[in-house]
C-alpha cells in the first residue's frame, strides 16, 4: 500500500485517486483497516480479510475503475449538460420558420446520440460491475488460500452483527447528547453490545466471539424471488460463502484476538474514541461514561425498547391480530407451540411473499429493465411476471390463513389463562385499546404528512402574498396539532426521554400564538418551533404505539409466566 489508515468503522478496503492521469500511469492504493473490525475478529479471520484486500492489490482491473469513471463523466456531461445548446437552437429557430425546420432535425438527431450515449453507459457500468463481482470472488479465493476458508466466512458471517453494534453505541451516545456524555472506549463498548446482543438471540459464542451460523443470517429474509442484480459491484453474502466452502481449504488456525497484534492497542482504542467524540460541539464540558455504567443503561434501555424474547421474536415485526373472535379451544395447547420457530417463520415468510409481489408487479410493468428473474428455483421471462401474480397472491392468502389461526389460538389462550387468574377483563381491555389506536394512528399519522405537505412551500421561491395565504390556510391543520401535541406532552410515559429545553419549547408554542411571516420576511425562531413541534408529532404516535402493545405483551407474559407457577405448585 502506499499509505495505511486506520478508520473508526467497521470495515477493510483497497481505494485510490480516480483522475484523468490514473488511466495511464501506474496507480498507488491504500488500504484501510476499521478499528470496529479488528476490534471483533481474530487474528486468522483479519489475516483473512487483509489477504481479500491484498487480492485487490494484485488486481490490474482495479484500473479499470480509472476509465470507468472518466467515460462516465463524459457521457453524463454530454447527456445533461446541453441547456445552453438547447436554448442557442431554440433562439436560432425564433428567427423564422424556415430554420425551425433545421432546428427540429438538429434536436432530432441530438436525440437519437442521447439515446446512443445512454446506452453505452448502460453497457459499460453493467460490463464493470460484473467485472467487480468476478473481482471479489478472487479476492476471496486469495484470502483463503492464505487463511483457509472458515476464517474468511466466519468473519463474512459476524460482520453484520458487528456493525449493527458499532452503531447501536453511537446512537446511545447520540441520545446522550443533551447530557454531555461521551465515550472513553466506545471499542470496549462495541464488543460488549456484540455479545450482549448475540445472547439475545441465543447465538452460540466460538473463541470469545458470536459464531453467526448461515441459517441464523438469513432467518427473516424468507424471499422466494432472485433477481440477478447487474449493477451489484458485490456478490451476496450467500454466494461469496458458497464459493468459499466449495474451495474448502484448510488451514491453521491462530484464534487468539486480533487486537493482540496491536502494541498498546486500548491505547490506540481510547486514542480514537477521543477523535471521534472531538467532532461533536457539546453545550458544556462533556464527561466519559464509565463502562459499567455505559453497560447497566445501554441493558436498561435495551429492555426497555424491545418486546421480551418469551415470544421469540413473533411480534417483532407484527401486532396481534384485532379481528380474532373469543371461542372454546378445542385442543389442549402449549405456550411453545404457539410461538414455535415455525410460526415465527410464517411471520417472516409473509412479509417476504408482500415484498415479492410488489417486486414482481413492479417486473410486470417493466419498472425494472430485466430479462428474466427467478421465482422459487424456477426461471420467468420480463413478459411472464403478470402470470405470476396470482400464484403469489395464493401464497399470501394461505400463509395468512396459518397466522390468523394462529393468533386466534393465541388470543383465546391468554383468555383462558386471564380467567382462571381473575384477570379476564383487563387483559381484554388492554387488547382493545391496543386495538382501537392501531385503527386511529394512520389517520393521527395522516395530520403529519398535511402538515408537510402544507409547509413545503417554505423550501421553494414563493410570492409574498402566496406565503401570507398559505400560512393562514395552515391554522386549521395547526389547532389540530397544538392538542395532540398538547395531550402527548401530558402524558409522562412519552415525555420522560425528552430533553428538558425540548419539552419546554413544545409547551410555549401550544399556549401562545406564534407570526410566522412579517414585514416580507420569515419569523425564523417560531419557524423553528412549528418545525420542531411538526416533527415531534410522530415520535409521540410511534411511542405511544409502542407502549400499548408492550403493555398488553407484558401482561401475557405476566399471564404465562403465573400459569406456569401454578402448574409447578
Known amino acids: 500500500p502506499k499509505k495505511v489508515y486506520l478508520s473508526y468503522d467497521v470495515n477493510a478496503s483497497v481505494f485510490y485517486d480516480s483522475s484523468f492521469w490514473s488511466m495511464f500511469l501506474p496507480i498507488q492504493k491504500n488500504l484501510t483497516i476499521g478499528m470496529g473490525l479488528i476490534n471483533t475478529t481474530t487474528k486468522q479471520e483479519l489475516k483473512a480479510i487483509l489477504s481479500h484486500e491484498f487480492g485487490h492489490f494484485s488486481q490490474r482491473s482495479m484500473k479499470v475503475g480509472s476509465y470507468v469513471y472518466n467515460v462516465n463523466q463524459i457521457i453524463f456531461n454530454l447527456v445533461n449538460d446541453d441547456e445552453s445548446y438547447r436554448n442557442s437552437v431554440e433562439k436560432f429557430a425564433s428567427i423564422s420558420g424556415y430554420f425551425s425546420i433545421f432546428a427540429a432535425l438538429a434536436f432530432f438527431f441530438t436525440g437519437k446520440i442521447k439515446w446512443v450515449l445512454v446506452k453505452m453507459y448502460n453497457f459499460v457500468n453493467i460490463r464493470h460491475m460484473a467485472l467487480s463481482r468476478e473481482m471479489e470472488f478472487h479476492a476471496d479465493e486469495v484470502a483463503a488460500n492464505i487463511a483457509g476458508s472458515l476464517a474468511l466466512e466466519e468473519s463474512l458471517l459476524r460482520l453484520e452483527l458487528a456493525n449493527n453494534s458499532y452503531q447501536n453505541v453511537l446512537s446511545f451516545y447520540d441520545n446522550r447528547y443533551s447530557k454531555n456524555e461521551s465515550s472513553k472506549n466506545i471499542y470496549r463498548e462495541q464488543f460488549f453490545v456484540m455479545n450482549f446482543l448475540a445472547e439475545q438471540s441465543e447465538v452460540e459464542s466460538k473463541n470469545g466471539l458470536p459464531n453467526i451460523q448461515l441459517s441464523e443470517s438469513g432467518l427473516f429474509n424468507k424471499s422466494k424471488l432472485n433477481i440477478e442484480n447487474q449493477w451489484a459491484s458485490h456478490p451476496s453474502q450467500k454466494e461469496r460463502i458458497t464459493k468459499l466452502r466449495s474451495l474448502n481449504i484448510i488451514k491453521e488456525q491462530d484464534n487468539l484476538p486480533a487486537k493482540n497484534i496491536f502494541k498498546n492497542f486500548q491505547e490506540t482504542e481510547e486514542q480514537i474514541t477521543s477523535k471521534l467524540f472531538s467532532r461533536v460541539q457539546y453545550q458544556k464540558q462533556k464527561t466519559d461514561l464509565e463502562f459499567e455504567e455505559f453497560r447497566s443503561e445501554f441493558e436498561k434501555q435495551y429492555q426497555k425498547d424491545s418486546f421480551d424474547k418469551i415470544f421469540n421474536a413473533y411480534y417483532d415485526n407484527k401486532n396481534p391480530d384485532f379481528t380474532v373472535k373469543e371461542s372454546e379451544l378445542t385442543d389442549e395447547i402449549s405456550f411453545d407451540e404457539l410461538f414455535s420457530k415455525e410460526k415465527v417463520e410464517w411471520v417472516y415468510t409473509l ?165 410566522y411571516f412579517n414585514n416580507n420576511e420569515y419569523m425564523e425562531h417560531n419557524l423553528q418551533l412549528l418545525m420542531k413541534a411538526i416533527n415531534y408529532l410522530p415520535y409521540f404516535l410511534h411511542r405511544k404505539y409502542f407502549y400499548k402493545k408492550k403493555e398488553l405483551l407484558k401482561l401475557m407474559k405476566e399471564l404465562e409466566e403465573q400459569n406456569s407457577m401454578a402448574k409447578i405448585s
Open 351 to 515: 412479509i417476504a411473499l408482500e415484498s415479492d409481489l410488489k417486486t414482481v408487479e413492479a417486473i410486470s410493468k417493466k419498472e425494472y429493465a430485466i430479462k428474466t428473474f427467478d421465482y422459487d428455483g424456477k426461471k420467468y421471462k420480463q413478459t411472464e411476471a403478470k402470470t405470476l401474480i396470482p400464484t403469489v397472491q395464493k401464497a399470501i392468502e394461505d400463509i395468512k390463513g396459518k397466522i390468523h389461526q394462529n393468533d386466534t389460538v393465541i388470543y383465546n389462550y391468554f383468555t383462558k389463562k386471564a380467567e382462571d387468574q381473575q384477570k379476564k377483563a383487563d387483559f381484554i381491555q388492554l387488547y382493545k385499546s391496543f386495538g382501537e389506536y392501531d385503527a386511529e394512528y394512520d389517520d393521527q399519522y395522516k395530520l403529519y404528512i398535511d402538515l408537510m405537505n402544507a409547509t413545503a412551500f417554505m423550501n421553494t421561491k414563493t410570492p409574498f402574498e402566496q406565503i401570507r395565504k398559505n400560512f393562514s390556510d395552515l391554522k386549521p391543520l395547526e389547532e389540530k396539532l397544538k392538542y395532540q401535541i398538547t395531550v402527548f406532552y401530558q402524558n409522562e410515559i412519552l415525555t420522560k426521554e425528552m430533553n428538558e429545553e425540548d419539552l419546554k419549547d413544545l409547551k410555549f408554542y401550544t399556549e401562545k400564538e406564534h407570526p
